[in-house]
């Protein structure tokens, strides 16, 4: 079908995004290729490196898997903030990041960790990270006869790693003004080994700071080195401005929210 009619045609799974902005016309798809019943989309398979989730797999069945939040906790922490219980019951996985809107929250734990992305099409399959497949607002690098077919989401192996995720929202449901997620992995000293953020809301993708979080690995995460790596990464990013929130503010928060992150991340960790 998308090989058929390329452009003109969406892919429709949960709905919970494609159907309100059809209802706002913001998109007037000429088809819609429902992939709700292909069974095969719909699977959580937990391996060594990484865990593998299909594209239709629906978002709350992803936040009850306690073998998957055990071994990628930042997935039921982002879906904690997922509109509502409603909306999860419906909305997949793989709708979430193709939609792509840089305030999500899937997307920013995708972007943070790495995701890689298998995309099908009638000529095969290919692997995009996480980094490459979100090009801007609202778009994606899948081209128009590409379906989402699975996501690998990488497992750290380091014992004490914490995750954590929050973001500031006009009403707990909406879309963050900005979102901030952090992943640490600390030695026996309370050292850190690994360190990843990001921040959703804050440009025209998710963003993740690795050159500032490898700045972090060899250090005892404390205020300090917190605040500074917080700092960095909101001189980083650029987001816009609208009747919620000022460019200005939502810096602000960028600075204020990863550092909250990091900080519950590096708490989450020492628990283990």
């Not at 913001?26 to 719909?42: F, G, H, M």
């Not at 797999?57 to 306690?66: G, H, K, M, N, P």
């Not at 055990?70 to 709708?95: D, E, I, S």
């Not at 790495?114 to 090009?135: I, P």
Request: hydrophobic content about 45%; some cysteine; aromatic content about 4%.
């Amino acid at each position: 079908m998308l090989a058929t009619h390329g452009d003109s045609a969406k892919i429709i799974a949960g709905g919970q995004s494609l159907v309100p902005m059809m209802a706002m016309r913001l998109v007037r798809p000429a088809w819609l290729v429902d992939i709700n019943e292909i069974s095969t989309l719909k699977f959580v398979k937990i391996e060594e490196n990484a865990a593998r989730i299909g594209a239709c797999t629906r978002q709350s069945a992803v936040e009850r898997d306690d073998a998957l939040a055990a071994r990628v906790p930042l997935l039921r922490q982002a879906l904690a903030w997922v509109g509502h219980a409603q909306t999860r019951n419906r909305g997949t996985v793989g709708g979430s990041l193709a939609h792509a809107d840089p305030s999500a929250e899937l997307p920013l734990a995708a972007q943070l960790l790495g995701a890689k992305m298998m995309l099908r099409s009638a000529k095969g399959t290919r692997a995009l990270a996480a980094e490459k497949f979100f090009s801007g607002p609202m778009s994606t690098s899948a081209r128009p006869d590409e379906c989402l077919e699975e996501i690998h989401w990488p497992v750290w192996s380091e014992k004490r790693t914490g995750s954590a995720f929050t973001e500031i929202a006009i009403r707990h449901g909406d879309f963050a003004m900005v979102a901030a997620a952090a992943q640490v992995a600390l030695d026996g000293d309370g050292r850190c080994t690994r360190a990843a953020f990001g921040l959703g809301g804050a440009g025209g993708t998710p963003l993740a700071f690795p050159k500032i979080a490898a700045r972090l690995v060899g250090a005892k995460l404390d205020d300090g080195a917190i605040q500074s790596a917080a700092s960095d990464a909101a001189k980083e990013c650029d987001p816009g401005a609208d009747l919620h929130a000022t460019k200005e503010y939502r810096r602000h928060l960028a600075r204020v929210l990863v550092a909250r992150a990091l900080t519950e991340a590096c708490e989450n960790a020492k628990r283990q």
